[in-house]
């Protein structure tokens, strides 16, 4: 919440309650300050509906620390109840993959976009994703693949795109760099492994039947 906001949140509730709202000048700028400190994480629209759901139940002022009290387990719920979709930014973009995954969990918090459930990322792959991730050779539990992801960008993404049933460009070679399937392009007479497969691997990839490799 900004602290322009405060004011005129104080100003809703004590339309309900006026013992809230300071008469001396003084105290009401200290009264501004010291919520605005509290409540800055909270969104105007949860603060001012946290505050109609307190006089529902209670006759008692409401304090800043109730508002807060209620974000904070709101907060706890949404993001007990989401499990983090692989974002679809190139994994070898540190920066990018983690601004994606903050802003996806930010929007989550927030109410934005409703939680991801877990059981729809953890049901268990059709056969044809089962054949494409035991060719890649997983051999680590789900959870702990998902910990080291960052340290392993081509096999995180070959899973994510098995998962998501896309086309993988590794599972076939590379006619341009002469990569054989299942190993990264390579970039140049260097031979050192290149962050993302040629174009037009990824080109045969897509032409490729389903189940077959070239």
Known sequence: MNPEEVPQLIAQIALADPRVKRENEFERRAQVLMWAGILADVPYDYALKAAHEHYAQSVWPI????????????????????TDPTPIADPDDEAAWRAELLATRHSVVTGQVAPAPLNELTASP???????????????????????????????????????????????????????????????????????????????AAAAPKGQTP
Do not use: F
């Not at 209620?70 to 706890?76: D, H, L, S």
């Not at 795109?161 to 054989?180: E, H, I, K, T």
């Open 63 to 82: 304090l800043p620390a109730d508002i807060a009290t209620r974000w904070t387990a709101t907060v706890r719920d949404r993001m007990n109840r989401h």
């Open 126 to 204: 059709s056969d044809e994703v089962q054949e494409r991730l035991d060719r890649i050779g997983r051999y680590l539990p789900d959870e702990i693949g998902e910990q080291i992801a960052r340290y392993r960008p081509v096999r995180a993404e070959r899973e994510r795109l098995a998962r998501a049933g896309q086309p993988d460009p590794l599972d076939v070679r590379c006619d341009w760099c002469r990569a054989p399937a299942g190993e990264p392009c390579r970039q140049g007479k260097s031979l050192a492994r290149r962050r993302s497969p040629h174009p037009s691997r990824i080109e045969a």
